[in-house]
């Protein structure tokens, strides 16, 4: 599978971003779809998940009540969608999947397939 992110850019902090990639090549509702994020001198780490037809979704302590991720099947897209921002979320997001197993191993070696990373910058 082939993804597609989109969507990041240069946001004030409090401000609001979303987040798109989208998939191709796969049967969409296979993947357990996330996203991660790697800050310059950090390693990436879990932001979100969404698994496949599910109601619920996995969130970082960091980003709960403040990030929201969620899943179009008709597009093959997952979204990010990020309210409140804060400095701290200055990062390179990407979108990840693996076909579903079962797994709750959130780590990104546990991810076969990565977008490419777009760019999220909070700053004043």
């Known amino acids: 599978v082939q993804l597609q992110a989109s969507g990041g850019g240069l946001v004030h902090p409090g401000g609001s971003l979303r987040l798109s990639c989208a998939a191709s090549?796969?049967?969409?509702?296979?993947?357990?779809m996330s996203w991660f994020r790697q800050a310059p001198g950090k390693e990436r780490e879990f932001v979100a998940r969404?698994?496949?037809?599910?109601?619920?979704?996995t969130y970082a302590d960091s980003v709960k009540g403040r990030f929201t991720i969620s899943r179009d099947a008709a597009k093959s897209t997952v979204y990010l969608q990020m309210n409140s921002l804060k400095p701290e979320d200055t990062a390179v997001y990407y979108c990840?999947?693996?076909?579903?197993?079962?797994?709750?191993?959130?780590?990104?070696?546990?991810?076969?397939?990565w977008g490419q990373g777009t760019q999220v910058t909070v700053s004043s």
């Open positions: 969404r698994l496949r037809n599910s109601i619920s979704a």
């Open positions: 990840a999947a693996r076909i579903y197993d079962g797994s709750s191993d959130l780590s990104p070696g546990k991810y076969n397939y």
């Open positions: 090549g796969g049967l969409f509702s296979n993947y357990d």
